[in-house]
């Protein structure tokens, strides 16, 4: 880690648009500890037999036919970084016309910002399923990345057997896929909903229906994930989920403001009200019914049906 290099990097930010992207990829990367990938003997196939492991329960409980996608990755910190500068410079690329009166000042703090994000992130991500939104990429060309040197280090920290805890993140991960797998419609619909909310964004106002669309779309694709490993991870985890929980309510102050203002307290409200929507559902009815919110983006549950599912149930109900 240097910080005097990754300083140098935003410094020297370039270009005519808001963000320099490269500039803040190197400086997250000096930043960040890369983290080791020296694998054990046997620890490839043993990542690899859990993402297998993982597609056969989970096809076998949901119902749904899907395959992992063909880039499976073991990656370091400034791996994870590198591959994840591309799809934020697409996600943001609307917001960059507007610079201000002075655009090498904004160019130089917003690339700051972004690499206190990059650098936060690579340090914290375990897993991810990326199924590249905003890209011009066929679904075949989806990734599933395991951020080693992370993983190992939560499960230190955890004090939970390193291989087991591998083991539920390749479960969790490949749940997404099955989702995906589910509803080829699902990419299109997330873009559609990010690109308007942001469009508004750039011209100054809120579109209050489109984030709350996508809100409750990723709240589904959060619960349903969730719904799934309950019924196809092959050993017990409440522990681990309770640990998980025990850690982030034992972050400090300025470590919970960070994840607040990153939008990741967001992502784990959403995997609560995700999972009680399906967990009602599945106690009423079954999970095939829960699995109906995959049939098109109609089927999909209201920001207002997921805190009421019966009304949800009342409206598919066939």
């Known amino acids: 880690m240097n910080l005097y290099r990754s300083a140098r990097a935003v410094a020297g ?69 590198d591959a994840n500068v591309a799809t934020f410079e697409r996600v943001m690329s609307t917001l960059e016309t507007h610079t201000g009166a002075f655009p090498a000042v904004a160019r130089t703090i917003n690339t700051g910002t972004m690499t206190v994000l990059l650098s936060f992130l690579g340090r914290n991500v375990l897993g991810q399923y990326d199924p590249l939104l905003l890209a011009d990429a066929p679904t075949d060309e989806h990734a599933l990345y395991f951020v080693r040197p992370n993983i190992l280090n939560a499960a230190d920290k955890l004090d939970v057997d390193a291989d087991r805890f591998r083991r539920w993140i390749a479960f969790h991960e490949v749940t997404h896929a099955a989702e995906f797998g589910a509803a080829p419609w699902l990419s299109d619909h997330l873009e559609t909903r990010m690109e308007d909310g942001i469009a508004k964004l750039s011209e100054g106002s809120f579109d209050r229906d489109a984030f709350r669309d996508l809100d409750a779309a990723m709240t589904v694709v959060e619960g349903y994930a969730e719904l799934l490993m309950d019924h196809a991870f092959d050993e017990e985890y409440e522990d681990l989920r309770r640990k998980l929980d025990e850690r982030r309510q034992g972050r400090g102050p300025l470590q919970k403001l960070f994840r607040r203002l990153l939008g990741l307290g967001l992502k784990e409200r959403q995997y609560e ?23 098109g983006p109609e089927y999909l549950p209201s920001h207002d049906e997921l805190d009421a599912p019966g009304t949800w149930i009342q409206r598919v109900d066939r």
Do not use: C, M
């Open 13 to 81: 930010a370039s270009g005519d648009d808001a963000i320099d992207w490269r500039s803040a990829a190197d400086a997250a990367k000096a930043a960040t500890d890369p983290g080791s990938i020296d694998l054990e003997p046997g620890e490839s196939e043993a990542y690899a037999r859990d993402v297998r492991d993982a597609r056969a329960a989970v096809r076998t409980v949901s119902g749904v036919e899907f395959d992992v996608p063909e880039t499976v990755e073991i990656q370091n910190r400034h791996h994870w970084i």
């Open 273 to 295: 009200r995700g999972k009680n929507f399906f967990e009602h559902v599945v106690a009423v009815r079954d999970l095939e019914t829960a699995s109906l919110v995959w049939d």
